[in-house]
């Protein structure tokens, strides 16, 4: 149990002194005794040594059993003093030690304070009041420091049950100003009584507020409220507004069907009591709070009285006082039974059980609004003993709780302490979160545990939670699974103890355990949960329980023995299987807050930007004090490494279909362990993801070749049959690692050339960037074709006009084309000569004299490609010869001249911008060329036409071919040297296409001209038409929002006090210039020059149409023409 508080005897009554305590009042280091003989007497506590741990359990408490067999002894109160020498908690011991100081000293005693016993007492500080109430007499005022009365209307408060008093700091409703102002309520049968004091003076003004019934009990549930206790119930008061309200509680505590005041019974009988009716308490709690209680019931309220939603205290009997004590809830029994009970005001549940025989009330110190735990001392009071309770020190109660596995009750009553009253809080709350999380892993609520774990506020560090699991989950942090050992038929296991995991009872000695009844051969895993161990007999009775034993058959004990041992394996099994499930998400949370502070990608610190940095550090290592950031980072690493692997564990053995996506992510997976794990199970597709994301890319592509090469596929892995995953994996691969691209392709290339080109042909920046020379030095020795293919896609996709490569290409093809081809090949030969002319033809980086000297000379199949490079060679009439006479294929002669023609042809220069409104014309001569033109520089069609009509030895002339050639290009040959190369004896006939053709073309030169000279006039109407009328758009359409309506004969109206939009001076009799852009642009003729549209004009120059600028005076509704006056 916990050791909360301890009682200390500081006042007692000597044996022949005859008086009774009624009741007392403590403040600072006084205490007022008040005795039923009507005096007072005045004590002074003297400062002691802090009272040593109490050494027996009816000295700091005992459980509720152990109180209630204590209080059974002494039913009746000790008459004598050594009686309570003997009872009282800690004092029959001071008495046998060596005396000391006392614990008090009697300063005074006031006679007849009062004519009866005084039954209350408090304290007005700031008044210097002391108020008591006795039997009958009522309440009366005294001096604190002289104890003489005070005049005070005492006649009005005779018969007087009890009073409350409260001090509270308000501000003035029409001054804002802060004051301390005291009230005092008097219950006087059904009337309650009430006075204030203002500034420490007494007010004459008295409230009498008069409610239904008796009141019994009451308690200050704020400044302005109070909470009364009657026997009908409960009631809250508004004493600044006389409000009334009932306190409503739960259907099922008042009358039947429905809400009703709490407490509300007509007579609660007891056999044998008669109509006793039990006494109505209430006590203040912390936060606005406050409890009631009437019999066994009890009622949260808050300070509105309205009910909270919280379950009743679990009193086994009536208490006969309550009260709080920061931050417990505090119940007194009945003096016969003298128990004070401590209660943790959030789970209810009973903590210390301290017996204080005869104990009759309570007493606290009167409330302190700043600080919540101002009444963590308390005093306790019977007729003839006043113990003072000391708290214990809170981190020495956590601590206690902690010892006795009460997490939850620490856990509640840390977020129930301030900051200040604990070394550290937030550590403590934080160990304490994990130790309970560990108690429910021991319990097999994994889920719970492992959400307690992940916790915001926890965020236990990996290694502490992992080390609660086996090695086949985490490794070398596991805890060793015991052998089985042999069954044994006198031995049993023992089970964990029967207890919860938020301590809610501690077990007791006499509470039984958990006995497992599965077999001795018991799961590593399930005796680590579980705790088993052998359970040792007593020898006294060891034989009895031998005696018990019924002899059975072996071979059916042999077969029980192995159906439990089974029963139990598969239990363990399902129990591992669910932590792990839950264990995957703390795992998941514990990698989350590790990115935070170290890249997954590159392993290093990320930079320190506050002190949330140092939390997460203290979240993820067990330890990192005094650490420079490379140790740091090293074990940061390492938890890394737990944390992943750890993970990839989990899932193999949980959900082994998620460990791939553990791969395609950066991470800290130890690669031996994930290599053995993959292998064992099959599972080669995810080892080759995850030696790819660790960059190991040798063993990935040796396991891919390994499957991928046979000729049938592997049983192990069909899936990685073949060169498509190899191919995959090494397009992936960044140009840095040429090597092994190239080493691990070969075998892709030999087995599917088309799929293994793919790596060197993709459309990534992978293949793009890669070495290219090396490429092709690699592909030589594979496969000439494979390396005329790969030039053809650099030079024509990727556009490289590196000369080595277009030499190369040109030299690989005439050496394939050179190769005698095969029967039925021919269609592939021709695509290949088909290619090589091409590229001649597009090529403009290879060498042409070393092409012309690789192609052969007398070989008719190369008279084509022979042909292109001397074309590029620039000789035109050697390359038209071989079409002519060796090739004899006039068409292809003629689209020869055609793409020479079109070469030689210069584009014409764009035309400046005109004006809007004007068009652009274009010259005939730009569109048909010129017949006269230089008889030196004949065309390539003159060239033609020669080879012709007039070739050389020994061919003769070729009329048809040079008949068409004239009737489709004549008008592009110059007439005088065609003519002259006609025969004389071709009739006039046969060229009437020719002349045709020059004809047409004459026409249409002449034609155009016409149309060009129409367009040009057609242009100056509209130029003129925009000089004298403007354009006719309106205003907003020319940009800078003017108009230009009018063209010169723009007018603008100069008023006068119209200002120039340069010097910002009056326009007056000024002459003025109207700028382009609007009425608005308007300025002296001599700030023309300094505005910016004026500097771009100049002064008199000619403006275009439509934007000209006019100088007009400034008189007032006189318009001038433009640039003079009209």
Not at 53 to 71: N, Y
Request: proline share 7%.
């Amino acid at each position: 149990m916990l050791s909360a508080f301890t009682a200390r005897p500081i006042i007692e009554l000597k044996q022949r002194d005859k008086s009774k305590i009624e009741s007392i009042l403590a403040y600072g280091d006084r205490v007022l005794v008040g005795l039923n003989t009507g005096s007072l007497r005045i004590y002074r506590v003297n400062e002691l040594p802090p009272a040593p741990p109490p050494s027996s359990q009816a000295a700091d408490g005992t459980s509720s059993s152990e109180a209630t067999e204590l209080t059974t002894q002494d039913q009746q109160e000790p008459s004598t003093a050594q009686d309570y020498h003997a009872a009282a908690p800690g004092f029959h011991n001071a008495q046998a030690a060596p005396k000391g100081p006392k614990p008090t000293d009697l300063l005074r005693e006031v006679e007849k304070f009062s004519t009866r016993a005084i039954e209350q007492l408090a304290i007005i500080k700031e008044a210097n009041t002391i108020i008591s109430l006795s039997n009958y007499n009522g309440v009366a005022l005294h001096d604190l420091q002289t104890f003489e009365p005070i005049e005070f209307p005492t006649a009005r408060t005779k018969s007087a049950s009890t009073f409350a008093v409260t001090s509270n700091i308000v501000r003035d409703p029409d001054t804002g100003i802060p004051e301390i102002i005291s009230r005092l309520a008097v219950a006087v049968k059904r009337r309650l009584l009430l006075w204030s004091w203002h500034e420490s003076e007494l007010s004459p003004d008295v409230t009498e507020i008069v409610l239904s019934e008796a009141i019994r009990s009451l308690t200050w549930a704020n400044a302005n409220k109070v909470v009364c206790g009657m026997n009908g119930g409960y009631q809250i008061v508004d004493v600044t507004t006389g409000q009334m309200e009932d306190i409503v509680g739960p259907g099922a505590i008042g009358a039947a069907g429905g809400q009703s005041r709490f407490g509300a019974t007509a007579s609660m009988g007891y056999m044998g009591l008669g109509n006793f009716t039990p006494k109505p308490l209430s006590a203040k709690l912390a936060e606005g709070q406050l409890l009631l209680a009437k019999d066994i019931n009890t009622l949260f309220i808050n300070d509105s009285g309205k009910a909270l939603e919280k379950r009743q205290i679990p009193w086994q009997a009536a208490p006969e006082s309550i009260g709080y004590s920061y931050p417990y809830i505090l119940a007194l029994q009945a003096p016969t039974k003298g128990s004070l009970e401590v209660r943790n005001p959030d789970t209810l549940n009973l903590l210390q059980a301290i017996s204080l025989p005869g104990a009759a009330s309570l007493h606290f110190p009167p409330p302190t609004v700043s600080l919540a735990h101002a009444g963590k001392g308390f005093h306790v009071l019977s007729e003839r003993v006043v113990w003072k309770m000391d708290a214990t020190d809170y981190d020495s109660q956590i601590d206690e709780l902690v010892k006795t596995q009460r997490y939850d009750e620490a856990i509640s009553i840390l977020a129930m302490l301030e900051d200040a009253l604990l070394k550290n809080k937030t550590e403590t709350m934080r160990e304490v979160k994990m130790l309970k999380a560990e108690l429910l892993f021991r319990q097999r609520k994994f889920r719970e545990s492992m959400d307690l774990f992940n916790e915001d506020e926890v965020q236990a560090p990996p290694e502490r939670v992992l080390r609660l699991f086996p090695k086949i989950i985490v490794g070398e942090l596991g805890v060793d699974e015991k052998k089985p050992e042999e069954p044994q038929e006198d031995s049993d296991h023992e089970g964990p103890p029967n207890g919860k995991a938020n301590g809610d009872h501690a077990p007791k000695e006499d509470e039984p355990h958990f006995e497992v009844s599965s077999p001795q051969k018991g799961g590593g895993f399930a005796k680590y949960l579980m705790g088993q161990g052998r359970k040792k007999f007593d020898p006294e009775t060891s034989s009895i329980v031998s005696s018990r034993r019924v002899p059975v058959d072996d071979d059916a004990a042999s077969i029980r023995t192995s159906k439990a041992a089974e029963n139990q394996r598969a239990q363990d099994e399902k129990d591992l299987m669910t932590a792990v499930s839950e264990l995957n998400s703390y795992l998941a949370g514990a990698r989350a807050r590790l990115q935070r502070v170290i890249d997954p990608a590159t392993g290093k610190l990320k930079p320190r930007t506050s002190g949330a940095t140092e939390e997460a550090f203290k979240t993820l290592l067990m330890s990192h004090k005094d650490e420079d950031d490379e140790q740091l980072e090293k074990d940061l690493q390492e938890t890394f490494r737990v944390v992943d692997t750890t993970l990839f564990r989990a899932f193999m053995y949980s959900r082994p279909t998620l460990a791939s996506s553990l791969f395609r992510i950066p991470n800290f997976c130890d690669p031996q362990v994930v290599n053995e794990r993959l292998v064992e199970h099959n599972r080669f597709n995810e080892l080759v993801d995850f030696f790819y994301g660790k960059k190991l890319h040798r063993q990935a592509l040796d396991l891919l070749r390994k499957f991928g090469s046979p000729d049938e596929p592997d049983e192990a892995a069909p899936t990685l049959h073949g060169p498509q995953r190899t191919v995959l994996y090494l397009q992936g691969l960044p140009p840095e690692l040429i090597d092994i691209i190239l080493e691990f392709s070969e075998w892709t290339l030999r087995k599917d050339p088309k799929l293994g080109m793919e790596v060197f042909l993709a459309d990534s920046e992978n293949a793009e960037t890669l070495p290219r020379a090396r490429i092709l030095h690699f592909m030589g020795g594979i496969d000439t074709a494979l390396e005329i293919q790969y030039l053809e896609h650099i030079i024509s996709e990727l556009n490289d006009m590196t000369p080595e490569f277009h030499n190369r290409l040109v030299e690989l093809f005439i050496r394939q084309l050179r190769e005698e081809k095969k029967p039925g090949e021919k269609e592939e030969w021709d695509s290949l000569m088909e290619r090589l002319v091409q590229f001649l033809k597009d090529s403009r980086q290879y060498s042409l004299g070393r092409a012309f000297s690789l192609i052969p000379r007398d070989d008719s199949r190369f008279y084509e490609a022979r042909a292109v490079v001397l074309s590029n060679m620039g000789q035109h009439k050697q390359a038209l010869e071989i079409y002519v006479f060796q090739m004899k294929d006039y068409k292809k002669a003629e689209e020869y001249c055609n793409r020479i023609h079109k070469s030689s042809e210069h584009p014409q220069p764009t035309s400046p911008s005109h004006p809007p409104g004007t068009t652009t014309i274009t010259s005939p001569s730009t569109s048909t060329e010129d017949p006269s033109q230089d008889e030196a520089h004949p065309s390539i069609y003159h060239t033609l036409l020669s080879l012709y009509l007039t070739p050389p030895s020994p061919h003769k002339p070729n009329l048809p071919p040079a008949l068409d050639l004239l009737s489709k290009h004549g008008s592009r040959l110059p007439a005088t040297s065609t003519l002259s190369l006609i025969p004389d004896d071709l009739p006039v006939s046969e060229l009437e296409g020719y002349f045709r053709g020059r004809m047409r073309n004459a026409n249409s030169i002449v034609n155009e001209t016409l149309i060009v000279a129409g367009l040009r006039k057609t242009g100056l109407v509209t130029s003129q038409a925009l000089l004298l009328l403007g354009d006719g758009l309106p205003k907003g359409a020319v940009p800078g929002g003017g108009s230009r309506v009018g063209g010169r004969n723009r007018r603008v109206v100069i008023g006068e006090e119209r200002v120039c939009g340069v010097c910002h001076k009056r326009l007056g009799g000024s002459v003025v210039a109207v700028l382009p852009g609007g009425e608005d642009a308007v300025v002296h003729y001599g700030c023309l020059g300094r505005s910016q549209q004026g500097k771009g004009m100049g002064i008199g120059e000619v403006m275009s149409p439509g934007a000209t600028g006019s100088v007009k005076s400034g008189v007032s509704g006189t318009q001038y023409g433009a640039w003079g006056r009209g």
